[in-house]
């Protein structure tokens, strides 16, 4: 139903930026919510940042507040994640993710999200 491929990641230096995107395929993709998660080595997914369905909601872990930008071109099936100041810490495997119902808002729970990408990783040099 849902396809999602990441891209845009990389090997940057420390304050540099970034910008991830995520491609879905499906024509239901425009009307569910779109959510970043990132996994570290050695650590648990967690969330980084989601959007709603119609793009005028976002939430943000509080360590990428400021930071990190994400957006949605539906007219493109395409999210975006603008990563700016990166640090070291924010080196992980960085997953796209679309809600499972929806019409959602902009969710953070990993258990919402059912269609994933494969990840694109995001390694950050000090």
């Known amino acids: 139903q849902v396809q ?3 891209s845009g990641g990389g090997l940057v230096q420390a304050g540099d930026s970034l910008r991830l995107t995520c491609a879905a395929s499906g024509p239901v ?3 569910r919510a779109v959510g970043w998660f990132r ?4 650590k648990e997914r967690e969330f980084a940042a989601s959007i709603s369905w119609n793009g005028a909601m976002t939430s943000y ?3 990428v507040k400021g930071r990190f930008t994400i957006s949605r071109d539906n007219a493109k099936n395409t999210v975006y994640l603008q990563m700016n ?6 080196t992980a495997v960085y997953y796209c993710a679309a809600q499972r119902g929806t019409f959602g808002g902009a ?3 990993l258990n ?3 269609y994933w990408g494969q990840g694109t ?6």
């Open 4 to 6: 999602l491929v990441e």
């Open 29 to 31: 993709f425009k009307v």
């Open 39 to 42: 996994q570290a080595p050695g």
């Open 61 to 63: 872990v509080d360590d």
């Open 85 to 90: 100041s990166l640090k070291p810490e924010d």
């Open 107 to 109: 969710i953070n729970s």
């Open 112 to 114: 919402e999200f059912n």
């Open 121 to 126: 990783q995001v390694t950050v040099s000090s």
